[in-house]
């Protein structure tokens, strides 16, 4: 939707059943589901031209998969909107609320629909004043004089007041609109398909923003590659991350003032960037994790920045592997295990627990556990190193615990490599 630089919230939107049922259905509070509707706007005015998710054309040799195009708009969307929850669930909601509306083979952001009207109108306002210009070019070639401007004062000044109106006549019309619009979320028809392609260079739209998948995989035969970007300085990496941790920190304490960057921000930035094999991502994840923790909490509005550097603290809060390492549809398979002992076969009645009950992220993780032994009532699992025992304890441990206990046992205990079995982290209450 090239050529508009604003957004609409429609008077009656905030209230709707629309949004009251999609905030609801998410568990997030009514302003912020607002909050990332209006970023979904924004990033729909340059990505969405037609207010519709298209179809990827079939390539040679391979059919067109409806369902991956899906896939893909789903993540763009929730991309868009940074969203956090379960991956899907965005999505999901808007489809059910009718924000999101499937037509054949495409889905339409009902959001978009007046700005398309817009640009239909002034597409057509284009096209009028360029047939109106050729029909004046093909009278003066054939001998009849052409229409002169006016030369005084008071005539230019109608025309430049006529050439206003014209071109804020879609604007007008558009806040027409809203005065009647009704106060629930009603679908607009769709606009009409346009009579003509415009240019690109009369109406220049931006199809998708810089970086998303419509942007070609290969560079045409017989073109240089581009140059390599030159290495980022490793102190502006680190005020780079500070900032990214401010913003998190800010979203997450609303109204708290930003702090200032600490002398050893970037030394203990290159430390942990080392840590995770250069992978700056599982740092926000961590940063993330420990700004929504009792402890992050408990240090704000002050203080949050030195807590979270001591290595006691934000260990913890690193995933072992990206959660993202999986595609948004594949359930990960139940993996092998030894179930001549006691141990084994209690984690394979645990994993088939977690197979059936869809939960899928916690399965990606502790399919990587493996049971040594059952000691004292516990079942005994090998772990692959502290850090993964941190992240595993802290988010699935009580669910573990509980898949055991159903077992028959009286909870788990967790090891790491070197460690015996009296050294194991052990979780549940005692027999």
């Given amino acids: 939707m090239g050529g508009l630089d604003w957004v609409q919230v429609d008077v009656g939107f905030p209230m709707s059943l629309a949004v009251v049922g999609a905030a609801r259905s998410l568990g997030m509070e009514r302003r912020a589901f607002l909050g990332a509707i209006v970023e979904l706007q924004i990033w729909a005015v340059q990505a969405l031209p037609s207010g519709r998710f298209e179809p990827f054309p079939a390539s040679a040799g391979r059919p067109r998969d409806a369902s991956a195009d899906e896939a893909i708009w789903c993540e763009a969307v929730e991309g868009a909107v940074r969203w956090t929850g379960a991956p899907g669930a965005f999505w999901d909601a808007l489809i059910r609320t009718g924000i999101l509306v499937r037509e054949d083979d495409s889905i339409r952001l009902t959001l978009c629909d007046r700005y398309v009207q817009v640009l239909e109108k002034r597409r057509k306002e284009?096209?009028?004043?360029?047939?109106?210009?050729?029909?004046?070019?093909?009278?003066?070639?054939?001998?009849?004089?052409?229409?002169?401007?006016?030369?005084?004062a008071a005539r230019k000044k109608r025309e430049k007041e006529t050439e206003k109106k014209s071109l804020s006549s879609a604007a007008a019309a558009m806040a027409m609109e809203v005065g009647s619009s009704p106060a629930h979320l009603a679908p607009v028809p769709p606009p009409p398909p346009p009579d003509q392609v415009v240019s690109v260079d009369d109406d220049p739209v931006q199809l998708a923003l810089p970086g998303t998948h419509l942007v070609p995989v290969s560079?045409?035969?017989?073109?240089?590659?581009?140059?390599?970007?030159?290495?980022?300085?490793?102190?502006?990496?680190?005020?780079?991350?500070?900032?990214?941790?401010?913003?998190?920190?800010?979203?997450?304490?609303?109204?708290?003032?930003?702090?200032?960057?600490?002398?050893?921000?970037?030394?203990?930035?290159?430390?942990?960037?080392?840590?995770?094999?250069?992978?700056?991502?599982?740092?926000?994840?961590?940063?993330?994790?420990?700004?929504?923790?009792?402890?992050?909490?408990?240090?704000?509005?002050?203080?949050?920045?030195?807590?979270?550097?001591?290595?006691?603290?934000?260990?913890?809060?690193?995933?072992?592997?990206?959660?993202?390492?999986?595609?948004?549809?594949?359930?990960?398979?139940?993996?092998?295990?030894?179930?001549?002992?006691?141990?084994?076969?209690?984690?394979?009645?645990?994993?088939?627990?977690?197979?059936?009950?869809?939960?899928?992220?916690?399965?990606?993780?502790?399919?990587?556990?493996?049971?040594?032994?059952?000691?004292?009532?516990?079942?005994?699992?090998?772990?692959?190193?502290?850090?993964?025992?941190?992240?595993?304890?802290?988010?699935?441990?009580?669910?573990?615990?509980?898949?055991?206990?159903?077992?028959?046992?009286?909870?788990?205990?967790?090891?790491?490599?070197?460690?015996?079995?009296?050294?194991?982290?052990?979780?549940?209450?005692?027999?």
């Fill in 126 to 152: 284009a096209e009028r004043k360029r047939k109106e210009r050729a029909a004046k070019a093909a009278g003066a070639s054939s001998g009849r004089p052409q229409d002169a401007t006016g030369t005084s």
């Fill in 219 to 431: 560079l045409p035969p017989g073109e240089p590659a581009p140059p390599e970007a030159p290495p980022r300085d490793p102190a502006v990496q680190a005020q780079s991350f500070f900032e990214r941790f401010q913003d998190e920190r800010t979203r997450a304490f609303r109204g708290v003032p930003r702090e200032d960057m600490p002398p050893g921000w970037a030394d203990w930035y290159r430390h942990a960037l080392a840590k995770v094999g250069g992978d700056e991502g599982r740092l926000l994840t961590a940063c993330r994790g420990y700004l929504q923790s009792d402890w992050g909490r408990s240090r704000q509005p002050v203080g949050t920045v030195m807590a979270f550097c001591s290595p006691k603290v934000w260990v913890r809060y690193v995933p072992h592997d990206s959660p993202d390492a999986a595609g948004p549809g594949d359930a990960p398979s139940l993996p092998a295990v030894d179930v001549t002992s006691q141990a084994g076969l209690t984690w394979q009645r645990c994993l088939i627990r977690l197979h059936e009950q869809g939960k899928r992220y916690a399965l990606l993780w502790l399919q990587k556990a493996h049971p040594v032994d059952v000691d004292d009532g516990r079942l005994l699992l090998a772990v692959p190193d502290v850090y993964f025992r941190q992240w595993v304890e802290e988010n699935y441990g009580a669910l573990v615990d509980t898949l055991v206990r159903d077992c028959g046992l009286m909870g788990v205990r967790w090891q790491v490599p070197g460690e015996d079995h009296a050294a194991g982290v052990a979780t549940g209450l005692p027999g």
